[in-house]
Every structure is written in structure tokens, then in C-alpha cells.
């Protein structure tokens, strides 16, 4: 029976295409365009194709944990003592993730925007309004998601559309022009987008109605789209070559915007979409990693426990030069977060299958 605080479905999907979705259309994409090139495109679709069947391994793990917090489940099954060793590392690694995405928000901005604004400043006044949700619950996250969302759609439709005037397709052209073996090494960096999809089994317990097949499907076609977009847009303004040099190709496309002779330079309504999306994927994760300490509520543990650390790792990478952070993100980031996330749903899928096994034989 769920609580009065419980989110539907439909609110776990457009999370998703909030949390997910500003990793696969902004963090991804320079890595991309690197190591693929002009075939990018072609990545993500063997991306897709691959965490296709792996959504039902997914799903094969929420119906034998029957809905119940992950970390108890782990606990019945595997005992106190493993179960808070894969918690507590999981909730370690949530809160890098959380680390980067707010470390790379704020250099954009400060790039782009606030250049003269101390960087600290930006760093404590975001901490605080994330962490403040945080000590909220799952449906303040929710609520303000469904608030904001609206208007991120629309300004990408709108971006997209605005800029076909300036749009060469012929620029994807030829096809595999360095081989296969580039597209195959590049699929894992939408990989490590698509299998975040994972974390919402860690919030399966606060969710009315059980996920279906088609839900995790739903939001895996709604990812394509939002890497995919901004990839070829890139491609086909900017060409191959120049975007693959662009730190942030999704917001130069909005540099190219403009309506007939007399309205340009709307950059600016990239401020909303990137801030936004990057508050909702902040706190979300800040929120599961607190989830899975058994801490969600609890202000005093938050403060103590998760803000100073949160702090000061996101300091840590402040002060790193930007081709360091880059080349740690593109080089190492990306690829052990789909490693860990893929591995990790492979030890709950094991786990799930040993419970069924013991639940049979008990009968």
C-alpha cells in the first residue's frame, strides 16, 4: 500500500527525460562528436539496440523485488551486511555523478553568462537550493519537475525548428567514413545515459502503480530522441569538424537562432533549460543517495553528512583546468558510470533470481 506522498509513472518519466535527459543532450554529445564524428548518430541507435532487451532484466528486478525499497529487499535476500556495502557504495557513486553535473553547470555559466561572478558564490547558492529540496521529499522534486519541464520542451522544439533554415544534412554524409570500429567504441557514451534509467528502481517504493515493459521503453525512445536531436543539429549546422571542437555544441545551437532580421541572440532561454535540468538531476540523485542511507527526512544527517562532502568534492573539480576535467569526464566518467550502472543491475538481476530460486523451494 502506498503513502500519500506516492508519484505515478508518468511522473517517474518525465524524470526522466529531465535527469537523463540533460546528460544525453548536453555531457555526452562532446565525447561523441570526438571519438565518432559524423557517425555519432549511428551510436546511439547501437546504443538503443543494445539496452533494448537489457530494459527487461530491469523490469525482471522490479517485479521480484515486489516493489519494496531496494536496499530492505537486499537485506532479506543477501543479509544486513552485504546489502550495506552495495548501498553505501551506490550512494558514493550517485553522489559524484550529482559532483559533476554540478561542477560542469557551473563553469558553463560562468563561461558563458557570469564570468565575473565568483565561481565559489555560484557553487554555495545552487548547493543550498539543491540540498534544500533534498530534505524535502520525492514529490517536492516531482512537483517543481512538472513546473519547469513545460517550458524546457518547448524552447527545444523551438530551438530545433527555428534553426532548420540553417541545417545541411548533406553533412552527415558519407556514412562510416572511418569505419565501424569508432561507432562501436562511441555507443557507450549514450550507454551511460540510457542505463540511469536503473535508478529508478531505487524510488520503486514511493511509485502508485508497478512499471510495465513499455514504460521503461516509453523513456528509452524519449532518451534517443534527446541525444540524437541536438547531435545531428550539431552536425548539420556547424559540421563535423567544428562542433567536434564545441565544449558545448547543444548551446551554440542556440547561438544560430534567429527570426527573421530583427530578433536574435535569444541564448539567453539556454540559461533556463540548463539550470533547470541541472537543479532536477542534482537533487534527484542528492535525494537517492540519501534514500539508500536511510536518511530521507532526516535534516540534521543531510547537512552533516551529505553537504559537506557534496561541497567539497564539487570544489575539488572547480579548481581542476578545463582540459583536465574534460578528459576526466569524457575518458574515465562516462565510461565507468555505464560499467557500474550495467554491473550493478547484473547483481540485482542474480539476486533476484536466487530469492525465486529459495521462494520455490521453500514451497
Same mark, same amino acid.
Given at each position: 500500500m502506498k503513502n500519500s506522498n506516492s508519484i505515478s509513472v508518468l511522473h517517474v518519466i518525465f524524470l526522466s527525460m529531465t535527469v537523463i535527459g540533460l546528460k544525453n543532450h548536453v555531457t555526452i554529445i562532446p565525447s561523441l562528436l570526438q571519438d565518432a564524428g559524423r557517425d555519432g548518430w549511428m551510436s546511439v541507435l547501437l546504443a538503443t539496440t543494445v539496452i533494448l532487451p537489457w530494459l527487461f532484466l530491469v523490469l525482471y528486478i522490479h517485479k521480484r523485488s515486489q516493489r519494496i525499497h531496494l536496499g530492505d529487499w537486499l537485506t532479506s535476500v543477501i543479509g544486513k551486511v552485504p546489502s550495506a556495502i552495495v548501498r553505501y557504495t551506490t550512494s558514493a557513486f550517485l553522489l559524484i555523478l550529482a559532483v559533476f553535473t554540478m561542477t560542469e553547470t557551473l563553469e558553463w555559466i560562468n563561461a558563458t553568462f557570469l564570468s565575473k561572478t565568483p565561481i565559489i558564490l555560484l557553487l554555495v547558492v545552487y548547493s543550498l537550493l539543491c540540498i534544500l529540496v533534498v530534505t524535502t521529499n520525492l514529490q517536492t522534486i516531482v512537483i517543481m519537475n512538472a513546473l519547469v519541464l513545460f517550458w524546457v520542451v518547448i524552447l527545444g522544439f523551438f530551438v530545433a525548428f527555428t534553426n532548420l533554415q540553417v541545417k545541411d544534412y548533406f553533412l552527415l554524409m558519407p556514412f562510416l567514413e572511418h569505419g565501424v570500429l569508432p561507432v562501436a567504441k562511441s555507443a557507450i557514451y549514450p550507454g551511460s545515459g540510457f542505463v540511469e534509467i536503473m535508478l529508478f528502481l531505487f524510488i520503486q517504493h514511493q511509485v502508485k502503480d508497478p512499471f510495465r515493459w513499455r514504460h521503461f521503453a516509453v523513456m528509452l525512445f524519449i532518451l534517443v530522441g534527446l541525444t540524437i536531436g541536438p547531435l545531428i543539429?550539431?552536425?548539420?549546422? @556547424?559540421?563535423p569538424n567544428e562542433a567536434s571542437q564545441q565544449r558545448y555544441p547543444a548551446y551554440e545551437e542556440w547561438g544560430?537562432?534567429?527570426?527573421?532580421?530583427?530578433?536574435?541572440h535569444l541564448d539567453f532561454f539556454s540559461i533556463y533549460q540548463w539550470l533547470t535540468g541541472g537543479f532536477i538531476r542534482i537533487s534527484l540523485l542528492l535525494y537517492i543517495a540519501i534514500d539508500l542511507l536511510k536518511i530521507t527526512g532526516n535534516r540534521k544527517c543531510i547537512?552533516? @553528512?551529505?553537504?559537506?562532502? @557534496?561541497?567539497?568534492?564539487?570544489?575539488?573539480?572547480?579548481?581542476l583546468s578545463d582540459h583536465l576535467f574534460l578528459k576526466i569526464k569524457g575518458d574515465y566518467l562516462l565510461i565507468i558510470? @555505464?560499467?557500474?550502472l550495467f554491473t550493478l543491475t547484473l547483481f540485482f538481476g542474480l539476486v533476484a533470481f536466487v530469492s525465486s530460486r529459495s521462494s520455490k523451494k521453500k514451497r
Open positions: 543539429g550539431a552536425i548539420t549546422e @556547424f559540421g544560430l537562432v534567429a527570426i527573421g532580421r530583427y530578433f536574435e547537512w552533516q @553528512f551529505i553537504a559537506p562532502p @557534496f561541497l567539497f568534492l564539487s570544489l575539488s573539480l572547480l579548481l558510470t @555505464f560499467f557500474f
